[in-house]
């Protein structure tokens, strides 16, 4: 049987990459232009990772698209041209497939195949991985690039297998169009996906009822098309646009502010403040410099963008449904397109969960614990289980068969050196793991830095001569103890978010993102290399430790 001929070999390569996004795909490409034996293994059946995956109506991309790419090759910045400032879904998933396809990435990725286990043989030095379907690898080097929102949270509700409707999660959404055109439906969560989908929706369903538990903060995308002049400029100014938004603090090229909201008058921040709506995106967030470190600072955006929904809303009670009353920019800072402008139409309402919270989805619909919705369709806009979702469904065994999962305790105690790799488990790489910057900015200039880090490391590692890197442990508790620090002067710690883990049932809170910004984490990370990999140990091929 097939089956059993996979189980009985093994294939055996220098490297194994996890994902074919935009992390999996450059990952390939170095490994595999440096020379190595490398294969990519993806679940889904094609490229583009979460791009694949979502195809929720409404997604796009909150980066701007110029930055919103990979910058390793001038070559390719010039021959791709974007068609808006915030592309859609499948605009960006285009656009990945043009990378594999430009760089001959697909005869190196499996597809279809998931990885169920990754252990680590410390007799050889090699990771043995095991793939859902019994065919086993052995690798040197073992590197992870599943997202840090790619692990789809889909709630344990009550009675969902009794539902006679439909239902999906923006995480998988099916690849063939939705038709919610007549349709009673139901949309769970208003985060990020759930804000770009409502509109959408709504233009199409008779009839939308949003069950919201926590409201957000949301401002204008102001998305607009490129002209060809505009995109003719960038790609001119490639060179001027790769240095800014990599030694930038977020991997975007606005410069951040050197002065206090509290400096202002009212009526000078008021200014300021409508400036920023007028232009969208994240300017309003980098307005000023201690919205994210100041309580008062942060309350004098936060009553701004709550005055707004006021304005928007029609409705005084939902407009005050509407009003969130957390600091701005501790949960994601999103933005969107006509969003509380959707909450004036007359076939979408709104339910507060938290005054009455969903009780069991019937065969019928939604039942809380005041009122019964019959629905047709059921979205969960339910999010992610973020930072260390996707490394824990995977079996990942270091030294000593040691689990990942035992040793961060199932999230409690999350460890890293750098966000790149962690004691106890040499030659493993995670690109934007926990504790690195990653989603606190624009990931494609995150995951550039870390790729190029890890090639270089690999390269150093094979031109002395050595079979594995490993993180030392008091490095990484002195890496982990300075992001908490960080953190703990940030008003980030102070709201409950998928960044803490609040999200998910049982999952134990910490806020496991690096604060300092990507310019300096990048200049941290080079210092490292540049002082003969400070903080961590070699193992020779003959096991010995130096």
């Not at 090229?253 to 969208?280: C, I, M, Y």
């Not at 690109?431 to 830095?449: D, R």
């Not at 090639?455 to 002395?464: G, S, V």
């Not at 030392?472 to 953190?487: G, M, T």
Request: hydrophobic share 35%.
């Amino acid at each position: 049987m097939p089956s059993t001929k996979k189980e009985n070999q093994v294939t055996t390569l220098d490297a194994v990459v996890i994902g074919a996004g935009f992390s999996g795909l450059y990952m390939l490409y170095r490994l595999r232009e440096a020379g190595l034996s490398t294969r990519a293994y993806e679940a889904a059946g094609g490229v583009g990772g979460v791009w694949y995956w979502n195809h929720y109506p409404g997604a796009r991309c909150d980066s701007e698209s110029i930055y919103y790419n990979y910058t390793f090759s001038e070559e390719l910045y010039k021959e791709w041209s974007w068609t808006s400032r915030y592309p859609e879904q499948p605009e960006i998933l285009r656009y990945l497939n043009f990378v594999a396809d430009k760089f001959d990435l697909r005869k190196d990725i499996q597809f279809q195949t998931r990885i169920k286990s990754a252990h680590y043989d410390e007799s050889s030095n090699r990771w043995m991985i095991r793939t859902e379907d019994g065919e086993s690898i052995s690798a040197t080097y073992f590197i992870t690039g599943v997202g840090c929102i790619s692990t789809a949270n889909i709630p344990n509700m009550k009675g969902l297998d009794n539902f006679k409707g439909d239902w999906y999660h923006t995480g998988h959404w099916p690849h063939e169009k939705v038709d919610f055109t007549g349709k009673r439906v139901g949309i769970i969560g208003t985060g990020s996906s759930g804000v770009q989908a409502i509109p959408v929706i709504a233009k199409e369903a008779a009839h939308l009822t949003v069950f919201q538990r926590t409201p957000q903060y949301t401002v204008p995308a102001r998305n607009h098309p490129y002209t060809k002049e505009y995109i003719q400029q960038a790609k001119e100014n490639f060179h001027e646009i790769k240095k800014t938004i990599r030694a930038s603090l977020a991997g975007l090229p606005t410069p951040p502010s050197d002065r206090s909201a509290l400096e202002d008058s009212p009526e000078v921040r008021q200014q300021v403040f409508e400036e920023a709506w007028k232009e969208g995106g994240p300017a309003i967030l980098f307005s000023y410099a201690d919205l994210l470190a100041n309580e008062d600072a942060n309350e004098t955006v936060s009553a701004f963008i709550r005055s707004k929904i006021h304005e928007i809303v029609e409705d005084p009670e939902t407009a005050e449904k509407l009003s969130p009353t957390y600091y701005y920019g501790t949960k994601r800072a999103i933005i969107d397109t006509d969003y509380f402008e959707t909450y004036n139409r007359p076939n979408v309402s709104l339910v507060d969960v938290k005054k009455a919270p969903i009780q069991e989805i019937t065969a019928q619909g939604i039942r809380t614990t005041d009122a019964e919705y019959d629905l047709d369709v059921i979205v969960f806009a339910t999010g992610y289980d973020g930072m260390t979702g996707s490394l824990f469904k995977m079996d990942i065994r270091g030294k000593d068969d040691v689990s990942l999962k035992d040793k961060w305790e199932n999230g409690s105690a999350v460890s890293t050196y750098l966000g790149i790799a962690t004691a106890g488990f040499p030659n493993m790489f995670m690109i934007t793991g926990p504790e690195s910057p990653s989603v606190l900015g624009n990931m494609p200039v995150a995951i550039e830095q870390h790729v190029e880090w890890v090639m270089d490391c690999i390269q150093y590692l094979r031109k002395h001569d050595m079979a594995a890197i490993e993180a030392n442990a008091d490095a990484e508790q002195a890496w982990s103890k300075h992001c908490r620090e960080l953190a703990d002067m940030t008003l980030y710690t102070k709201t409950e978010s998928w960044y803490t883990g609040a999200n998910i049932e049982g999952k134990a809170r910490g806020f496991q993102i690096y604060v300092g910004g990507y310019g300096p984490y990048r200049d941290r990370c080079t210092e490292v290399a540049a002082k003969g990999y400070e903080g961590f140990s070699f193992i020779t091929a003959a096991n010995t430790v130096v």
